[in-house]
C-alpha cells in the first residue's frame, strides 16, 4: 500500500550525519510505507537513532535526501517536519507536569476564543482524541499524575491532531510494563491499519516479531540489512546487528586465580538494582552488560558512595569497605571514569594538566599549598603514556576531541594510582584508532594486576575485553558467563533482547 | 611568536586587560580634571569610605568563582554590628574582647548559608536572599530604629597611619587580604575546588572533590569577612544602626563581574576583582570630586559594566 503517485510516503537517499569529525551514520537509505510498521534495529551508537531524527528534523543531515511523497524536501527542524506530516515520539516523553493531559496535547497552539483558551472545545477534542486511541484518561488531569506510557499516549495524541502520517517511535517501549506495551501495541496497529506510516526503535525480538512487517537493521552507522518479518528469524536479525567481527584483536593472559580483591554482596538500592553480589580478582577485568537502564551505571555509582545502596555489603581485600562518598572510596583505591564525559568527568575550559591532577590533590599539595610544577610534570608522563593529541598541557580541555578528552579523563583516575578500577562506557563517543588504544590500556593495566570492572553497551567490546561477563536486566545480575562460553547472541538474549530462547539459571558467583 | 603569546594572554585574561586599561584611563581623566587626584594623601584619605566594599569583593569573588551568590553579606555587616553594641552597652562586656569576636559571629552566620546550600541542595540565590531579609531583620529586633554609641576610643581608627606613609589602617588590611586571597584562589587546593565546583559541580562531585565542605567554608569565610567589615564600619561610623552597609552587596557584585568574574561561575581572579573595584571607586571619587550629580555616576558605573563585558567578550568569543 503505497501513497500518492505509488512512492513512498517517505524515502531518504544518501542520508549522512557527521558530528564533527565523527560520522554516526553513513549513506541511509529507507523506504517508509503507508500501513507499515517498519522497525529500526542496531545497537546503542548504531544510529537508528540517528536516522529517525533526521526524519524528524531535530538534526540536519550532513549529506543526503528524503524524499515525501515522492518530492524531495529540506527538513529544517521539527516544526516543518510536522507541517510534513510527521512527529517523532521520544522514549522520554517532553511533557510539562503542570499542565493538564489536553493542554499538553495542545501545547503551543491552544483553541482560543476571542483572545482567550476556549477550554470547553479544548477539553472536548482532547477526549476525542484519546478516545480514538483507546486510552481511557481525564484530559483535565494533570500530566504530573500520568505514568510515563500515558504522557507517551499525550504525544501521540499531539501528533494524531496534527494529522501526522508518519510516527517515528525512539526506543518508546523501554521503560513500559509488558501490559503498557501489549496496549501500545494494539494500539500502533490500529493506527497502522488506518493507514499510517510507523516507525518502530526497538531492542526487544519479541516486540519485533509481533509487532513490525519489515525490519532494517543498521551497525556501526550503517545500513547492514533490510528483511520483511515474516521472512527472517531472531538470530537473522541478531546476526546483522552483532555481526562485525571484532575488530582489533587485544590478547588478554591467562586468567587470574587469586583472591578476590572487590567483593559485593546482596547489593541493594530499590528500585534501581537488587540483591547484586559479584566479585573481582587482582588483574581481572569483568565485564557488566545489559540494556540501558538496566541498572549498570547505578551499581557503578553506588559502589563509588555517590549514593547510598540499602543493603548487602563492599569487601575490598576481605575487609568491610564503608563508603559513603567518592573520598571514601578513593580511599579504598576505587576510581570511577563515569558513563556521561561530558558532564561528569570532564571540566572543558580549564587546562588538561589542571583536569588530569584534580583527584590527586591530596598528594600533589602541601599543607593545602598546590604544588602545580609537579602536576605539571605528572601529566606530562602521563599525556606521553595514553598518546594524548594535545599542543600543550596548558590547553583548555574543550580544545581535545573526544576521545582525547576520555584519555585526560583516565589519566586523572590513573595519577590517584588505584587498585580498583571501575569504568563505565569508556569508549562511548570516540573513535576506532582512540578506542583500540584504550582497550590496550586497559589491558595493560589489568596485566598490572588492576582489578576492572567494565560497563558497556558495547558487545565486541565487553566480549573482547572481559575475563567474566555479568548480564543485567532490570536490575537483577540474571547471568555469568566466561570468557569461553560468551557469544554475542547468548548475551544479548540474556540481557533482555529475547531470541525466544529460555534463559538458563544464573551460574554461579565467586 | 610574540603575537601569538599575546593573543593567548588576552584569550585568557581579556577582562582583566580591559579594567586595567579603563582603570589607568579614568586615573589619567581625573588626574587631568582635578589635580587634587594626584595627591596620595587626599586619595588614601578617601579609600577609607570604599574599604568595606573592598573585602567583600574579595570574598565574593570566591563566591562566585564557585558558581554562588552570597547577597546576605551586607545583612551579617548590619546584624553583627548589632550584636556587639548590645553586648557592648548592655551588658558591658568590653570592646576589645568583641573586636576579634566578630569575624566568628559573621562566620557562624555564613556557615548558616552554607549549610542550606551544600546539605540542603537548596540554590545559594534563594538562600541569601532569605537570610539577607533574615539577618536584617534580626539587626532591628535588637536595635529598634536608634543607633547604638560604640566607645569613643574606638572610633576612628581608620584614620590612624602606617608611621610615615599615607596608609590608613583599614587600607593596609585591605591589602593585606587581597594577597591572602589571591593565594587562597590561585595557590591552595581549595582554590582549586572552588574553581573547579564552579565549573563543573557534577564532574567535582565524581572527581572526589568535597564539594560540600568547600562551599561551607567558603560561605563560613564570606560571613568571617562580613564580620571585619562589621568593627572596620562601627570604628568608622561610631554607631551601630540595623541599616547599615544596606544596598552595598550590589555595589560588591557589581565590581566582582566588572573584573572578569564569570556570574555563572569557574572562572575568575582576585587581580580582576581588585582592579575593577579601584576602577568603580575612581569614577565615583572622581566625579564627585569634580561634582558630578549621584544619580549621573550610578548611570555611568552601569555603562562601564555593560562596556567592559561587552569589550571582553566581543573580541574573545567567549560565551
Known amino acids: 500500500m503505497n501513497g500518492i503517485n505509488g512512492a513512498p510516503l517517505l524515502r531518504t537517499t544518501g542520508l549522512s550525519k557527521s558530528f564533527g569529525a565523527v560520522t554516526v551514520l553513513e549513506d541511509a537509505g529507507v523506504e517508509l510505507r503507508a500501513g507499515e510498521i517498519h522497525a529500526f534495529l542496531g545497537e546503542n551508537g548504531a544510529g537508528k537513532s540517528t536516522l529517525a531524527k533526521l526524519i524528524a528534523g531535530i538534526y540536519r543531515p550532513s549529506a543526503g535526501q528524503i524524499e515525501r511523497n515522492g518530492r524531495p524536501v529540506t527538513i529544517h527542524n521539527p516544526r516543518e517536519a510536522t507541517e510534513l506530516g510527521i512527529a517523532l515520539i521520544p522514549q522520554e516523553p517532553r511533557t510539562f507536569p503542570d499542565l493538564s493531559a489536553a493542554e499538553n496535547i495542545f501545547v503551543g497552539r491552544l483553541p482560543m476564543r476571542s483572545g482567550l483558551v476556549d477550554w470547553k472545545s479544548l477539553y472536548g477534542r482532547a477526549e476525542e482524541l484519546l478516545h480514538e486511541l483507546g486510552v481511557a484518561l481525564d484530559p483535565r488531569q494533570p500530566a504530573r499524575s500520568l505514568s510515563v506510557a500515558d504522557r507517551q499516549m499525550l504525544e501521540l495524541a499531539g501528533a494524531l ?58 551497525r556501526d552507522g550503517k545500513i547492514v540489512g533490510e528483511r520483511m518479518i515474516s521472512e527472517t528469524s531472531p538470530e537473522d536479525l541478531l546476526r546483522l546487528m552483532v555481526g562485525r567481527e571484532i575488530g582489533e584483536k587485544v590478547v588478554r593472559g591467562s586468567v587470574p586465580t587469586g583472591k578476590p580483591l ?27 552488560a545489559g540494556l540501558v537502564g538496566a541498572g549498570r551505571t547505578e551499581i557503578a555509582c553506588a559502589l563509588f558512595g555517590l549514593s547510598q545502596p540499602t543493603a548487602g555489603t563492599i569487601l575490598v581485600d576481605g575487609k568491610p569497605a564503608e563508603i559513603r562518598s567518592p573520598r571514601d572510596a578513593m580511599g579504598y583505591g576505587m576510581a570511577l571514569a563515569p558513563e556521561d564525559r561530558q558532564k561528569q568527568g570532564a571540566f572543558l575550559p580549564i587546562s588538561l594538566w589542571e583536569n588530569a591532577s584534580l583527584s590527586s590533590l591530596p598528594r600533589l599539595s602541601r599543607r593545602g599549598w598546590l604544588k602545580d610544577s609537579v602536576s605539571r610534570t605528572l601529566t606530562t608522563e602521563w599525556v606521553k603514556r595514553l598518546s594524548v593529541r ?48 584504550v582497550h590496550r590500556l586497559i589491558c595493560e593495566l589489568a596485566d598490572a594486576g588492576m582489578a576492572t570492572l567494565l560497563i558497556s553497551s558495547d558487545l565486541p567490546e565487553i566480549l573482547a575485553l572481559s575475563d567474566r561477563i555479568l548480564v543485567l536486566r532490570s536490575g537483577r545480575i540474571v547471568r555469568e558467563f566466561d570468557r569461553s ?25 565467586a | 611568536m610574540i603575537s601569538s603569546r599575546i593573543r593567548r594572554l588576552w584569550n585568557a585574561y581579556a577582562p582583566e586587560i580591559v579594567v586595567t586599561i579603563l582603570l589607568i584611563l579614568a586615573f589619567v581623566i581625573s588626574g587631568w580634571r582635578e589635580p587634587r587626584f594626584l595627591d596620595a594623601a587626599y586619595l588614601f584619605d578617601r579609600s577609607t569610605l570604599y574599604t568595606e566594599i573592598g573585602l567583600l569583593t574579595l570574598s565574593m569573588t570566591l563566591i562566585i568563582v564557585a558558581g554562588h551568590i552570597d547577597l546576605s553579606v551586607t545583612s551579617i555587616i548590619a546584624f553583627v554590628g548589632a550584636i556587639i553594641a548590645t553586648l557592648y552597652s548592655r551588658y558591658g562586656i568590653p570592646f576589645w574582647l568583641l573586636i576579634p569576636l566578630a569575624p566568628v559571629f559573621g562566620g557562624f552566620l555564613g556557615a548558616v548559608n552554607g549549610y542550606f546550600v551544600a546539605r540542603r541542595n537548596l540554590p545559594s540565590l534563594v538562600v541569601t536572599l532569605a537570610t539577607m531579609a533574615l539577618y536584617r531583620g534580626m539587626a532591628q529586633i535588637l536595635l529598634g530604629d536608634s543607633s547604638l554609641m560604640t566607645p569613643p576610643d574606638y572610633t576612628g581608627i581608620e584614620r590612624v597611619t602606617l608611621p610615615h606613609t599615607y596608609l590608613h589602617t583599614p587600607l593596609v588590611i585591605w591589602i593585606t587580604l587581597c594577597l591572602v586571597f589571591a593565594a587562597l584562589l590561585h595557590r591552595t587546593v581549595f582554590g582549586r575546588y572552588i574553581t573547579v565546583t564552579g565549573v563543573n559541580p557534577e564532574a567535582a562531585l565524581y572527581s572526589g572533590v568535597p564539594v560540600a565542605q568547600t562551599l561551607i567554608r567558603l560561605f563560613t569565610l564570606s560571613g568571617a569577612m562580613a564580620g571585619v567589615c562589621s568593627v572596620l564600619l562601627l570604628s568608622r561610623l561610631g554607631v551601630a544602626r540595623y541599616d547599615h552597609a544596606r544596598g552595598w552587596e550590589l555595589d560588591v557584585i557589581t565590581a566582582v563581574v566588572l573584573g572578569g568574574t564569570s556570574i555563572f561561575g569557574g572562572r575568575g581572579t582576585i587581580y580582576g576583582s581588585v582592579v575593577a573595584f579601584l576602577l568603580i571607586t575612581i569614577v565615583q571619587t572622581g566625579m564627585g570630586v569634580a561634582g558630578v550629580k549621584a544619580e549621573i555616576q550610578v548611570t555611568a558605573i552601569g555603562l562601564l559594566l555593560l562596556l567592559a563585558v561587552l569589550l571582553s567578550r566581543l573580541t574573545t568569543g567567549r560565551k
Open chain 1, 161 to 218: 491532531s496534527l494529522n501526522a502520517e508518519i510516527l517515528l517511535l525512539d526506543e518508546t517501549t523501554a521503560s513500559l510494563t509488558p501490559g503498557e506495551v501489549s496496549r501500545l501495541e494494539v494500539i500502533l496497529r490500529r493506527l497502522s491499519a488506518a493507514g499510517k506510516s510507523i516507525v518502530f526503535i526497538g531492542h526487544r525480538m519479541e516486540e519485533i516479531f509481533s509487532l513490525c512487517d519489515r525490519a532494517t537493521i543498521l
Open chain 1, 262 to 288: 572487590l567483593e559485593v554482596k546482596g547489593l541493594s538500592q530499590p528500585p534501581l538494582f537488587h540483591d547484586i553480589s559479584f566479585s573481582i580478582r587482582r588483574g581481572e577485568i569483568v565485564g557488566l
Open chain 1, 390 to 437: 594535545c599542543r600543550e598541557i596548558e590547553q583548555p580541555l574543550h580544545e581535545l576531541s573526544g576521545g582525547n578528552q576520555q584519555k585526560v579523563v583516565l589519566a586523572k583516575w590513573l595519577e590517584t594510582q588505584p587498585k580498583i578500577l571501575l569504568l563505565d562506557e569508556p569508549t562511548r563517543g570516540i573513535d576506532v584508532h582512540a578506542k583500540t588504544e
Open chain 1, 485 to 509: 562460553e560468551a557469544t554475542p547472541e547468548a548475551v544479548i538474549a540474556a540481557a533482555g533482547v529475547s531470541t525466544g530462547l529460555p534463559d538458563k539459571p544464573r551460574s554461579m558467583v
